[in-house]
């Protein structure tokens, strides 16, 4: 028997072009981020903005043979590059997971979920009815309209706690009673908006048929059962045990594993790797405070290296000529008018019927209208999928940006003219006690 030829490692031009993508990529989206930052903006606008002035909007047209080199046209090199993206994505998903505090919101469930749900289901049934209406010509080849009208659906409905919590913080809103009920309400809306993702994606690779959604519906329902119960205690019990060791790198590189692991059964299912991510990245959050408190050098990495790298990636994809069509400016007009009515119309609503005064539902709706980090997320995995073009896909991406920007401006002006309680100045004072003795 003769002994098998080893595959050669990954070398020459290929590792050359992955190494200078990513320094390229990386160095633009640190260097924008900075400055969207600096001018009061969320750093995900600079992070999307350097994929685009190196992608075909920009670079691609100023200097196409350069940009032709530097990012060629390969199946196989482009996949190199997404591999390193999607690695940074799954674990900022898991981040987020340890982030979302489901305690918060099983205290105040009811008020939370009087406010989220029609904040969710209103621009979730805009978004599958214009879906639904679109041209023909706006639509991938083989997609379903069905299909591409429940995604476009889902990507309308979500919110971005990671986007959320940054501005409440900056703003230091997070004391204030509105701030705790954006919070919790936007924590549901993420939850929701991963479960009907993962639920499209499964319907998109099996099909749109009795069979594929119970399948589908049934691949969810099991996943959460065996995360819920055995997974829970597994996760738990293994986490707690690494804190015995003096090292947080161990603790790390097991909550890494864990992240990865439950990807995997979840793209393994049909469903979407990200949602195994977040699922993965809550029951990590449930195993102490210690434990959370060892993520720190990991949050550091994926969120200052790995993160910034998806996102240039992701708007890399994004090509601001398709605006130059008529009609795609048009379903983009449209569209991002139905993601910023739906959403404050849904969320003041609710508000409203949760007994909340105008100004506190107006800012709630601020709050809640900011797609950000989410539906960068969501609109890569329609790519992905085949469901979006690239026309659509660069709508929806600018979509999280405008009202990602939107948020601020008029969450401040609202939570002006709304009253600080009690509660919240204890609240504060709390707060700048732990921060004085940290």
Aim: glycine letters at 10%; aromatic letters at 6%.
């Amino acid at each position: 028997m003769h002994a098998e030829t080893p595959l050669p490692p990954l070398g020459g031009t290929a590792l050359t072009l992955l190494l200078l993508q990513i320094a390229v990529l990386l160095g633009l989206a640190l260097l924008l981020g900075r400055l969207a930052t600096r001018l009061g903006l969320p750093a995900i606008v600079g992070e999307l903005t350097a994929g685009v002035i190196a992608g075909p909007s920009l670079f691609f047209w100023l200097a196409p043979g350069a940009a032709g080199w530097l990012f060629p046209q390969q199946p196989g090199q482009a996949h190199l590059l997404d591999a390193v993206g999607q690695f940074g994505v799954v674990l900022f998903v898991g981040i987020t997971g340890m982030q979302l505090d489901m305690a918060l919101v099983r205290r105040r469930a009811a008020t939370a979920a009087g406010v989220s749900l029609p904040g969710l289901l209103i621009p979730l049934g805009l978004g599958i009815g214009a879906g639904l209406l679109l041209p023909a010509a706006l639509i991938t080849e083989g997609t379903d309209r069905t299909i591409f009208a429940l995604f476009l659906g889902v990507a309308m409905c979500v919110s971005a706690i990671p986007v959320i919590a940054k501005t409440l913080m900056d703003m230091n809103l997070l004391h204030r009673n509105i701030g705790q009920l954006i919070l919790m309400s936007g924590t549901i809306d993420d939850v929701l908006g991963w479960l009907g993702l993962s639920l499209v994606t499964a319907m998109a690779t099996v099909g749109l048929t009795g069979a594929g959604v119970t399948r589908a519906v049934l691949s969810l329902l099991l996943f959460i059962t065996f995360a819920a119960l055995p997974g829970r205690l597994a996760v738990r019990f293994l986490l707690r045990r690494t804190l015995r060791s003096e090292s947080a790198g161990v603790t790390v590189s097991a909550a890494v594993v864990i992240i990865l692991l439950f990807s995997a059964v979840t793209n393994l299912l049909g469903l979407e790797a990200i949602f195994g991510a977040l699922v993965a990245g809550m029951l990590v959050a449930s195993a102490g405070t210690e434990v959370l408190t060892r993520m720190a050098s990991l949050r550091a990495v994926v969120t200052a290296v790995l993160a910034p790298i998806f996102f240039a990636v992701a708007g890399l994809r994004m090509n601001l000529a398709a605006l130059a069509d008529p009609q795609v400016l048009l379903a983009g007009v449209i569209l991002l008018a139905i993601a910023i009515v739906g959403k404050f119309a849904g969320a003041f609503v609710g508000a409203r019927f949760s007994r909340l005064n105008r100004w506190e539902s107006l800012a709630l709706g601020a709050g809640m209208n900011a797609r950000g980090v989410v539906e960068v997320v969501v609109a890569m995995v329609g790519v992905r999928l085949g469901i979006l073009s690239t026309a659509m896909y660069t709508v929806i991406v600018l979509i999280a940006i405008v009202t990602s920007l939107m948020g601020p401006p008029i969450l401040r002006a609202a939570m002006a003219r709304v009253d600080v309680d009690a509660d919240e100045v204890l609240r504060r004072e709390k707060d700048e006690r732990l921060n004085a003795v940290r």
